[in-house]
């Protein structure tokens, strides 16, 4: 699908200068020495979450955003973004013309600076951030749904996703893809890039695997029985 694999994607986010307000953004976002109270006293069932699930925050750069807002044209209702950061996803689909937008964010800090970010730009009464961990949110209802997760996150949300998501539902993920999935569109390269899944056509996709996984284990239980006659 790909030439570029997660590796070279960490390496690249790690050499790029995302500047002070980045900088200050992430301080925000991780909460400092407040938020790792937060975590060690405050909140003890945060450490339940195990070390690979648990994503680090990295803005969200604008050619980002613009490669999601582009794979998802024409599309039209909600838009839900899983792990929402600062929110910016969220408050340009609102731009956009998705309603309702809603940012599913576990850090409290985030989800502070997100609703900030919305009354700043005017349109806090209009778009919703909730403090909510994504594996709980449902998702039956989502025709429009984003991510900018990490690939040990993104392997094990398929199995939701392709449980939950209507067939008419459009997937976008930002900065990793999904490993096991086929992508219907892709838009920018390099860290920047975006992929758009289709869930009509990575069920019939999973379908597929599944059915000749079988075959071959119908086969192989064959050839085991001829052995043994012999």
Not at 53 to 72: E, G, R
Not at 91 to 106: D, I, K, N, S, W
Not at 163 to 171: H, R, S, V
Not at 176 to 184: A, E, G, I, V, Y
Request: hydrophobic share 40%.
């Amino acid at each position: 699908m790909d030439d570029n694999g997660p590796d070279k994607d960490f390496a690249e986010l790690k050499t790029r200068d995302i500047g002070g307000w980045g900088v200050a953004q992430i301080a925000a976002g991780s909460g400092l020495a407040v938020y790792a109270m937060w975590v060690g006293i405050l909140q003890p069932g945060f450490r339940k979450v195990p070390l690979r699930l648990q994503v680090p925050y990295i803005p969200a750069s604008k050619a980002q955003v613009d490669h999601v807002m582009t794979l998802l044209r024409g599309r039209k209702g909600g838009l839900v973004d899983l792990g929402s950061g600062d929110g910016r996803i969220v408050l340009e689909a609102h731009r956009q013309g998705f309603t309702p937008a809603v940012g599913y964010e576990l850090n409290p800090w985030l989800v502070l600076m997100s609703r900030f970010h919305a009354w700043r730009a005017g349109h806090h009464e209009k778009v919703s951030y909730r403090r909510e961990d994504l594996w709980k949110v449902n998702l039956t209802e989502c025709k429009n749904v984003t991510v900018f997760l990490a690939p040990s996150v993104l392997s094990l949300l398929q199995q939701k996703l392709e449980a939950e998501l209507p067939d008419d539902a459009l997937m976008v993920a930002g900065r990793f893809p999904f490993p096991d999935w086929t992508p219907c569109r892709i838009e920018g390269h390099g860290v920047d890039r975006a992929w758009a899944y289709s869930m009509q056509a990575q069920r019939r996709n999973t379908f597929k695997k599944n059915d000749r996984q079988l075959t071959d284990i119908d086969l192989n239980k064959e050839l085991t029985k001829e052995k043994g006659s012999t």
